[in-house]
């Protein structure tokens, strides 16, 4: 089913909660909707959206907002169903797991990541358990390459699924041309940027792929939740959530869109001039950072903006979180674009000015 809406209020459409509105909304339910919708004869320009919760609405959205409720989860078995009479999901799963295989699954755009994270981990399937609790739908994972506790999700993506608006025709790109970095992919690059839209992504999980612990304070929650017992998928998901709530605001009652700047990456010099600063000013602080190839380093936001005394602080409506200083919230419910601009603004200042570093937003401006 297609349905198209005029002047639509996107408050509940973006974790931030801004109160904009966009020209036009269209909501499909099928790739068969998705052909026929006709953009000529809507505003321009167009931008497709998931869960909203990567994105800064600025302002009214003057063109057409598309959104997926493609929504559906289903297991690949290949020959393994045909190999058997009982096709049942049980059926198919006891076959993968007496054969120790991977198992392919596809999963529609429209699906919240969470809930596909909830299914995998009830069948006991390994592989996006550390993702548990990122907020947003299935579509948007794989454009952003979302990432949490030593998982990324280009690991477990096999194939996405996509229409060319350009060409007007379905298209697949594999794991390999998506082009993945850190919270990047070819679908967020300048010429395809806006150009591909993810109508599904066939994931790889596995039965027996064991938990991957090696990030943070990961491995010490799991083997305490665990207390001698076996650690299962559903663990190691139940782990994560309580992790997130403790650091993380609840969207459904704080509105934000997560991390706000990216870490920067800096030349060793630089670094170098980060710790000269912090020796003089926070003795006996160690920097945090992390050694990249070609002698780079990643230091993390959340520390420089901590150490220039914003963790906590509020501007306005706006404020930045004071469990976690890389994520800005909409403090008072009601906050303007211009508030969460109008910090976001002042940190890049204050950062740039004590320790001579850019930050650049993670979050899409729209
Ligand atoms: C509290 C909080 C915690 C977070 N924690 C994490 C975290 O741990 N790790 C992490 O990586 N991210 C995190 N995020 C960021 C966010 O959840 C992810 O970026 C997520 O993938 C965004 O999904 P979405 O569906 O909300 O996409 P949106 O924000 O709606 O869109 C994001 C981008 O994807 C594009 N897009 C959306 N759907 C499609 C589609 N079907 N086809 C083509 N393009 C599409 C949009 O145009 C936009 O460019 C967090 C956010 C919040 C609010």
């Given at each position: 089913m297609l349905k198209t809406e005029y002047h639509k209020d996107l408050t509940n459409m973006n974790t931030f909660r801004m109160k904009v509105k966009a020209r036009a909304?269209?909501?499909?339910?099928?790739?068969?909707?998705?052909?026929?919708?006709?953009?000529?004869?809507?505003?321009?320009?167009?931008?497709?959206?998931?869960?909203?919760?990567?994105?800064?609405?600025?302002?009214?959205?003057?063109?057409?907002?598309?959104?997926s409720r493609i929504q559906f989860i289903e297991i690949l078995a290949g020959n393994l169903q045909n190999s058997e009479e009982d096709g049942s999901l049980e059926n198919v799963?006891?076959?993968?797991?007496?054969r120790g295989e991977q198992i392919e699954v596809s999963v529609g755009a429209g699906v919240v990541f969470d809930d596909f994270c909830k299914w995998a981990a009830e069948q006991g399937l390994w592989g996006v358990e550390n993702?548990?609790?990122?907020?947003?739908?299935?579509?948007?994972?794989?454009?952003?390459?979302?990432?949490?506790?030593?998982?990324?999700?280009?690991?477990?993506?096999?194939?996405?699924?996509?229409y060319d608006l350009q060409e007007e025709e379905f298209v697949h790109f594999d794991v390999?041309?998506?082009?993945?970095g850190y919270r990047d992919s070819v679908f967020k690059h300048p010429d395809y940027r806006g150009r591909f839209i993810v109508t599904h992504v066939v994931f790889r999980l596995s039965c027996d792929g064991g938990p991957k612990l090696g990030y943070g304070h990961l491995e010490q929650a799991v083997n305490l939740s665990a207390a001698g017992g076996k650690i299962t998928p559903l663990l190691v998901r139940n782990t994560v959530?309580?992790?997130?709530?403790?650091?993380?605001?609840?969207?459904?009652?704080?509105?934000?869109?997560?991390?706000?700047?990216?870490?920067?990456?800096v030349e060793?010099?630089?670094?170098?001039?980060?710790?000269?600063?912090?020796?003089?000013?926070?003795?006996?602080?160690?920097v945090p950072h992390y050694d990249l190839e070609g002698g780079m380093v990643k230091i993390p936001a959340a520390w420089l903006i901590e150490r220039c005394g914003w963790k906590g602080r509020r501007m306005g409506g706006a404020a930045v979180w004071s469990k976690q200083p890389l994520v800005?919230?909409?403090?008072?419910?009601?906050?303007?674009?211009?508030?969460?601009?109008?910090?976001?603004?002042?940190?890049?200042?204050?950062?740039?000015d004590k320790f001579g570093i850019t930050l650049s937003p993670e979050v899409e401006h729209i």
């Open positions: 909304f269209v909501e499909y339910d099928s790739v068969a909707d998705l052909v026929e919708i006709d953009l000529e004869g809507l505003p321009r320009p167009v931008l497709h959206i998931g869960g909203g919760s990567n994105l800064l609405f600025t302002d009214d959205f003057k063109g057409t907002v598309l959104h799963l006891d076959q993968v797991r007496n993702l548990s609790g990122i907020p947003g739908e299935v579509g948007a994972s794989a454009v952003q390459n979302i990432g949490a506790y030593g998982v990324e999700v280009k690991d477990v993506i096999r194939t996405v699924y996509c390999e041309d998506c082009g993945y959530l309580k992790i997130r709530s403790e650091k993380l605001p609840d969207v459904a009652s704080v509105g934000s869109a997560g991390s706000f700047f990216k870490n920067p990456v060793s010099s630089v670094y170098e001039r980060v710790v000269k600063v912090a020796a003089s000013e926070f003795p006996g602080i160690d800005l919230v909409n403090f008072t419910g009601d906050a303007f674009p211009e508030e969460i601009i109008g910090l976001e603004k002042r940190i890049i200042a204050s950062v740039e």
